[in-house]
Nanobody, 129 residues
Framework: QVRLVASGGGSVQAGGSLRLSCAASGYSIKQYSMAWFRQAPGKEREGVANVCPDGGTTYYAGSVEGRATISQDYAKNIVYLQMNNLKSEDTALYYC??????????????????????WGQGTQVTVSS
């Protein structure tokens, strides 16, 4: 059974950093494209970052480019999202997700929610200015 558990959120001041973790079970993260999404109150869920099964191809939303890094620990089966220089507009519930297709990199569709089959429960990030 596939399970994704997100953690690491919290309340920080603008300019601070957080590292979010997504612990996966029931499959190997090495074999699937993994992504982080976020959803702020009253807004649609948006893609933040994606890493393809090859581990080398990554995608980032323009709003976090240069401030976010997605990475994986295959031994622990965890996907991370390091967020630096946090801004108030980063405040949202952050979700990790597993792509629906095995050994597939979604390319330009990486931020489309319908591409992903399994979702974690979300971890809240609140940035105060």
């Amino acid at each position: 059974q596939v399970r994704l558990v997100a953690s690491g959120g919290g309340s920080v001041q603008a300019g601070g950093s957080l590292r979010l973790s997504c612990a996966a079970s029931g499959y190997s993260i090495k074999q699937y494209s993994m992504a982080w999404f976020r959803q702020a109150p009253g807004k649609e869920r948006e893609g933040v970052a994606n890493v393809c099964p090859d581990g080398g191809t990554t995608y980032y939303a323009g709003s976090v480019e240069g401030r976010a890094t997605i990475s994986q620990d295959y031994a622990k089966n965890i996907v991370y999202l390091q967020m630096n220089n946090l801004k108030s507009e980063d405040t949202a519930l952050y979700y990790c997700a597993r792509h629906a297709a095995h050994w597939y990199c979604p390319g330009s569709n990486w931020a489309q929610t319908h591409e992903y089959e399994d979702w974690g429960q979300g971890t809240q990030v609140t940035v105060s200015s």
